[in-house]
């Protein structure tokens, strides 16, 4: 009887541990998905630039907010035109995004 007792014990361990291994996975997968490299990633595909709509939707800014940004005395946003559309490098919108959204006090 205390053999079949213990049996049950490891076995509700192992569904509580695989529980909080699931909950794990499934936090970081989260916390990856909240990374500017992510979503960038999800955006851009393969692509080296960022193009305005891509910027709009990462920083939650409407279209009148970007142009309003492309010529902010204080802090313009650093993209160049490209045929119909801005456009900067992913290098470039990560030092930005950083240096004014994250800056290291």
Known sequence: MSLELQEEFVQVRRVDLSALISEFKELKEKIEANTLDYQLDQLCGTSRMVS?????????????????RLVDEFNPIPMTKDGRDWVMSREVFTKYYNETYNPQN
């Open 52 to 68: 305005s709509p891509v910027v709009c939707k990462i920083l939650g800014w409407s279209r009148s907010t970007f142009n309003r």
